[in-house]
Nanobody, 128 residues
Framework: QVQLVESGGGLVQPGGSLTLSCINSGTSLEYSAIGWFRQAPGKEREAVACINSGDGRTYYRGSVEGRFTISRDDAKRTVTLRMENLRPEDTASYYC?????????????????????WGQGTQVTVSS
């Protein structure tokens, strides 16, 4: 059983930074891609960043590239999303996710319907 628990959300001013963490308290996901998705009110859920198992290759959506950094520590069963230079349009609930059958970040991030495990979400609000 996989259980993903996010933390680190909050209220931040535009230009500020936050670090989100996701801890897996269940079966190891070291052979699976892990990522972050987000959903703003009235909008569809979208992929933000994903990371391969093994080689750590990453995928980012265009609007966050250069501002967000995803990393994973399989020994600690943790995946982290460092978010810098935050914008009001980054406001959303952020969800940790994994797809058991793939190691590839591209595959995970390209299809949210294939996600096997979701966390409960953590709210990020960017506002002055």
């Amino acid at each position: 059983q996989v259980q993903l628990v996010e933390s680190g959300g909050g209220l931040v001013q535009p230009g500020g930074s936050l670090t989100l963490s996701c801890i897996n308290s269940g079966t190891s996901l070291e052979y699976s891609a892990i990522g972050w998705f987000r959903q703003a009110p009235g909008k569809e859920r979208e992929a933000v960043a994903c990371i391969n198992s093994g080689d750590g290759r990453t995928y980012y959506r265009g609007s966050v590239e250069g501002r967000f950094t995803i990393s994973r520590d399989d020994a600690k069963r943790t995946v982290t999303l460092r978010m810098e230079n935050l914008r009001p349009e980054d406001t959303a609930s952020y969800y940790c996710a994994s797809r058991w059958s793939t190691r590839l970040a591209d595959t995970l991030c390209s299809d949210s319907t294939g996600v096997d495990y979701w966390g409960q979400g953590t709210q990020v609000t960017v506002s002055s």
